[in-house]
């Protein structure tokens, strides 16, 4: 098949069009800047708020995974037009386009949907548009919560990414920066996970398209036990520094997935968060530190 992944040149995205490529498939690469480092696959240039770019796209191929979108919590406060932009209009053009070609799809959004934040509202307004296209509009796009994804190639910046911003300054010796007193409680799940639900919930022949898929592990450690598996595992001399909560997000919060979501798409074994960290600790160890 030829499936449409926008967003292809993002963290969640390079990995998913890995995985289509080994898979046998043949991912088409929606980008806006037309600069995709190390594609060896087709480039459609476009900007998810184009309709008629993402229409075209989306005819041209047979199925869409739908992952383009503005990230950040903090990052977004001040200024939440670009998420409600992108992150909203953008995916109304990929429903539409969807609906009116009869292509399957599937949209990620995010664990911590409740949370007030122009990255979550954003997201959750996004969900509840698609189960409205699936009822209303006949379209069948599967939603899936991804969790909080990591692994290698994760960027560490701008938008702040908790693991990477934990191993460099462990490699390095540096304290680790906790916002808060690290309580809150977050699912980890391994970007390789995440991209291979994201597949299923496009292929496998579910019937899921009224509920959401939750793509994490169903285990959720505090913060602070996260920061001192990074730190072990690097074997870091590095200690824990706390600040202040970050805006937007929300002191004592868990973000945990269900894992029983999952069973219609036939995952059962995701990698525990020590497994995961060692690849992605060596990743940076030869990368960035």
């Known amino acids: ?31 806006r800047t037309g600069q995709v480092p190390g594609a060896r696959h087709p480039l459609f240039l476009g900007d998810v708020r184009d309709r008629n770019a993402v229409e075209q796209a989306a005819y041209s191929s047979e199925g869409v995974i739908h ?9 977004t406060v001040q200024n939440p037009f670009p998420a409600v932009e992108t ?5 109304l053009n990929v429903f539409e386009a969807c609906a009116q070609h009869k292509r399957q799809g599937v949209c990620i959004t995010v664990g911590n949907h409740w949370m007030n934040n122009p990255y979550s509202i954003s997201k959750s307004a996004v969900e509840r548009f698609a189960l409205m296209y699936n009822k209303e509009r006949g379209a ?12 290698p190639g994760q960027k560490a910046k701008p938008v702040r990414k908790i693991i990477p911003n934990f191993i460099l300054p462990a490699l390095k010796g540096e304290p680790l920066v906790i916002y808060g ?19 299923e919930a496009l292929l496998r ?25 990074v730190i072990q ?21 868990t973000v945990v997935a269900d894992r029983k979501t999952l069973l219609p798409l036939g995952v059962k074994c995701l990698t525990p968060l020590d497994a995961g960290l060692r690849p992605t600790i060596a990743y940076y160890r030869s990368h960035e530190a």
Do not use: W
């Open 140 to 151: 069948k796009i599967a939603v899936v919560r991804g969790l909080n994804a990591y692994g």
């Open 67 to 75: 992952l383009a979108g503005i990230l950040g919590t903090q990052e």
């Open 205 to 229: 022949p579910h019937g899921q398209y009224s509920t959401v898929f939750e793509a994490g592990t169903g285990v959720a450690l505090t913060v602070n036990e996260i920061a001192r598996m």
């Open 87 to 91: 992150n909203i209009l953008g995916s």
């Open 233 to 253: 595992l690097c074997e870091s001399k590095s200690g824990i520094e706390h600040v202040r909560m970050r805006p937007g997000e929300e002191p004592g919060s």
């Open 181 to 199: 007193d690290g309580e809150q409680r977050m699912d980890m799940i391994y970007v390789q996970n995440v991209a291979h639900i994201l597949i």
């Open 1 to 31: 098949m030829r499936i449409l992944v926008t967003g292809a040149s993002g963290f969640i995205g390079r990995h998913v069009v890995k995985q289509l490529a080994d898979r046998g498939h043949k991912p088409l690469m929606f980008d």
